[in-house]
Every structure is written in structure tokens, then in C-alpha cells.
């Protein structure tokens, strides 16, 4: 069975690394990880982005389920690729598994970054904006994707010291894929 291992980690300085690192996991448990590094792109080509989603398309085509890094990137929030590559997922109907290394909820990570007040029962920002808050680690139509098309978002009681190498929460989702693909 294939995993499409998407996240913010293909930005990572040793991000071919990590890749390896989380495919041999995969391996470990009966899986192949299908990482978006592994596609042969040339970034010099002049449509080098366009061949960047494509390649990443066709992988999760030939996936049987997701494992989403939604760990935050550059702000409050899950990085926008993964949110999309996640939602593509569940829209084809395949298992989605996906953890945070940060499992603060969504409002008070917003806090960290902005200055947020309560305004008439509600959280808002500098800009008068609501803040979700329903007490989840993100955003709700990834937390509700995750629950009715695979297993609940996956965070550690404590947060890493390195988010971005610690796999624990990683592994914990490749054992529940395992679980669920692979015949017992």
C-alpha cells in the first residue's frame, strides 16, 4: 500500500533526509512512502512549478491514503500545499492521517503571532477579524476531514524540542495506516 507523505518538510535544509527517514518508517510497517521530492523535476525548466504539482498530483493518485504534516509553517497555521494536498485527498475519498508537532489550539497559536482580544463573546484580531475558536489544534474542515475520512489529527502530550525532525507523531499515524490497510 502507498502513502503520499505530504508537509512542509521538502523545505527543510535536509529535507531529502527527512524524506528518507519517513519512507523508511513507512517501510518498517508494510508501506511505501511516496515523498514529493521523489519526483525527477528540472527546476531550471520554465515550468518547473507546473511540473512540481503535476508530479505531486500523480502521486496521490497512486496513493491509498495521506499522512499530512500539519505541524505550523510560517505562522498559525498548516502550510497551504499540505492543506491542499490533504483536501485533494479526502476529496477522492482515500485515508487521511495527519499530524502537528504543535498541538496548541488554533486560536492561541494566532495569539503568538498577532494581538487578539475577545470582542462580544468572540475572538478577534488587530483587524477586527474573527479567529476560529472551537478549541481545535486547526483549522475545522482539516480536524473534520481527518475524523470522516481517516483517523483524528495526531499530537504529542508535549510539544518537541525539534518539530521538524521529531517523527513520533509521524510513526503513530504510519502504525494506524498499517492497521487500516493492510490485511490482518
Not at 499540505?82 to 497559536?109: F, I, P, Q, W
Not at 475520512?149 to 518539530?163: F, K
Request: proline share 5%; with cysteine; aromatic share 8%.
Amino acid at each position: 500500500m502507498k502513502i503520499y507523505l505530504a508537509g512542509p518538510d521538502v523545505f527543510l535544509p535536509d529535507a531529502v533526509e527527512i524524506g528518507r527517514r519517513k519512507a523508511e518508517i513507512c517501510e518498517r510497517f508494510g508501506l511505501t512512502g511516496l515523498y514529493p521530492l521523489d519526483n525527477e523535476i528540472d527546476l531550471t525548466a520554465p515550468d518547473a512549478s507546473r511540473q512540481i504539482f503535476c508530479g505531486n498530483e500523480a502521486m496521490m493518485d497512486a496513493a491509498d491514503a495521506i499522512i499530512a504534516n500539519l505541524t505550523p509553517f510560517r505562522g498559525a497555521g498548516a502550510d497551504p500545499g499540505t492543506v491542499y494536498e490533504l483536501g485533494y485527498m479526502a476529496g477522492r475519498r482515500k485515508l487521511c492521517l495527519a499530524y502537528s508537532n504543535d498541538g496548541a489550539t488554533y486560536a492561541d497559536r494566532v495569539g503568538r503571532f498577532v494581538d487578539v482580544t475577545s470582542e462580544d463573546g468572540r475572538l478577534v484580531d488587530a483587524q477586527g477579524l474573527t479567529v476560529e475558536d472551537f478549541g481545535l489544534v486547526d483549522n475545522l474542515m482539516m480536524i473534520y476531514a481527518l475524523e470522516l475520512h481517516g483517523c483524528p489529527l495526531v499530537t504529542p502530550a508535549t510539544m518537541p524540542i525539534d518539530v521538524w525532525h521529531d517523527l513520533a507523531a509521524f510513526e503513530a499515524c504510519v502504525r494506524m495506516a498499517a492497521a487500516r490497510l493492510i490485511a490482518p
